[in-house]
Nanobody, 116 residues
Framework: QVQLVESGGGLVQAGESLRLSCAISGRIRSINSMGWYRQIPTRDARDMVAIITDDGSKKYADSVEGRFTISRHNANNTVYLQMNSLKPEDTAAYYC?????????WGQGTQVTVSS
C-alpha cells in the first residue's frame, strides 16, 4: 500500500513563498504522473493545482500559473510544489496524489494559510 505524506505548509503573508513536499512510500510500482491538489473548507472537492508526468511535462491550474512550480525527485520518491507570490485565495489544505485522477489513499495534507 502506498503512503503519501505532505509537509511544508504554514502561515505566511501575501507575497511570500512556501515549498511543499510530498513523500511517497510503500509499494511503489510505476507511478507516472503526480499532482498537487487543494481543498478549501467550503468545498468537499479537492481541486487540481499542478501535475507533473514521468517525462517531466507540467500542467498548472490557471489560478497558479506563473507562481507555482511542481517538480519531482524520483530517486527519493518526493514531489515538490514551490509556491511564490502567495495570495490569500491560495489558503487551503494541500494534498498530493496521482494525476490527473487521484487513485491513491489521501494523506493528511498540509495547511497553507496566507494572510493579507
Amino acid at each position: 500500500q502506498v503512503q503519501l505524506v505532505e509537509s511544508g505548509g504554514g502561515l505566511v503573508q501575501a507575497g511570500e513563498s512556501l515549498r511543499l513536499s510530498c513523500a511517497i512510500s510503500g509499494r511503489i510500482r510505476s507511478i507516472n504522473s503526480m499532482g498537487w491538489y487543494r481543498q478549501i473548507p467550503t468545498r468537499d472537492a479537492r481541486d487540481m493545482v499542478a501535475i507533473i508526468t514521468d517525462d517531466g511535462s507540467k500542467k498548472y491550474a490557471d489560478s497558479v500559473e506563473g507562481r507555482f512550480t511542481i517538480s519531482r525527485h524520483n530517486a527519493n520518491n518526493t514531489v515538490y510544489l514551490q509556491m511564490n507570490s502567495l495570495k490569500p485565495e491560495d489558503t487551503a489544505a494541500y494534498y498530493c496524489n496521482t494525476g490527473p485522477l487521484p487513485i491513491l489513499r489521501w494523506g493528511q495534507g498540509t495547511q497553507v494559510t496566507v494572510s493579507s
